[in-house]
Each structure stands twice: as structure tokens, then as C-alpha cells.
């Protein structure tokens, strides 16, 4: 089967082509099918999908803004309480940690020696 489509000579299909023939051209059917009706229910639901999008752009435009009341914030009374000799500690170590932040401090970094020097090595 494989045999009777395989053709070696590969110029042959060239020979059989109509060069200077026009194609034939098939009669149109003069029986066109019929156009299809479409249903009311489309014309019914894009109408109404038109309304609503109507309805909703008009109540977007019209639209009042609405004003939030911001409602006054009262301090809320807190106890004074004694502290407790090691919650004295704590807030004590808090605050020297807090003076002792590097990153606050200003001194400027000590002299760097740029220069390798190999001969002068000390041991």
C-alpha cells in the first residue's frame, strides 16, 4: 500500500498541472438557505441590559458624596501606678540602652592605615 503511493520520480506531478487552464468554476446554488430570524428574547435582554447600564451610569453621576463624621478621640484615663523595684531596673537599663545606641553617637571613626607594607612586618 505504501508502495503504490511512493512515486521516485518527483518531477512527474509538475507535467500533470494545468499551466495556461483556467480552474472550473461550480454554478452558484441558486436555492440561497434561508437567513436566520433571530429571536425577539435577544432584542428583549441586550434592551434590557441597556436600561440597567442607563440606570446605573445615572445613579453613579448623581450620586451625593458621603461626608464621614469623624468622631473626637478622648484620651482614656490611665492609672498611675508605682513601679516595682525591678520594673525600676528595667526602664533604667531601657533608657542607658537607649543613650548608648551607636547609631546616635557622633565620633568620627579612627585613622585607618591605607598602606600595605610587607617589608616592615612585625613579629
Same mark, same amino acid.
Given at each position: 500500500?505504501? +508502495?503504490?503511493?511512493?512515486?521516485?520520480?518527483? &518531477?512527474? %506531478?509538475?507535467?500533470?498541472?494545468?499551466? %495556461?487552464?483556467?480552474?472550473?468554476? +461550480? !454554478? *452558484?446554488?441558486?436555492?440561497? !438557505?434561508?437567513?436566520?430570524?433571530?429571536?425577539?428574547?435577544?432584542?428583549?435582554?441586550?434592551?434590557? *441590559?441597556?436600561?440597567?447600564?442607563?440606570?446605573?451610569?445615572?445613579?453613579?453621576?448623581?450620586?451625593?458624596?458621603? #461626608? /464621614? /463624621? #469623624?468622631? +473626637?478621640?478622648?484620651?482614656?484615663?490611665?492609672?498611675? $501606678?508605682?513601679? $516595682?523595684?525591678? +520594673?525600676?531596673?528595667?526602664?533604667?537599663?531601657?533608657?542607658?540602652?537607649?543613650?548608648?545606641?551607636? /547609631?546616635? /553617637?557622633?565620633?568620627? %571613626? !579612627?585613622?585607618?592605615?591605607?598602606?600595605?607594607?610587607?617589608?616592615? &612586618?612585625? %613579629?
Amino acid at each position: 500500500m505504501i +508502495e503504490e503511493n511512493y512515486n521516485p520520480n518527483q &518531477t512527474q %506531478f509538475a507535467g500533470e498541472q494545468p499551466i %495556461f487552464e483556467t480552474p472550473p468554476i +461550480e !454554478p *452558484l446554488d441558486p436555492i440561497a !438557505p434561508p437567513k436566520k430570524k433571530i429571536p425577539p428574547l435577544y432584542f428583549i435582554i441586550s434592551g434590557a *441590559l441597556i436600561i440597567l447600564i442607563a440606570v446605573l451610569t445615572y445613579a453613579a453621576i448623581n450620586r451625593k458624596p458621603v #461626608v /464621614e /463624621e #469623624v468622631p +473626637e478621640v478622648t484620651p482614656t484615663p490611665t492609672i498611675a $501606678s508605682e513601679l $516595682s523595684p525591678i +520594673e525600676q531596673k528595667l526602664n533604667t537599663a531601657v533608657d542607658l540602652l537607649k543613650q548608648a545606641n551607636p /547609631e546616635t /553617637e557622633k565620633y568620627p %571613626f !579612627p585613622p585607618i592605615d591605607m598602606e600595605l607594607r610587607i617589608d616592615e &612586618t612585625k %613579629f
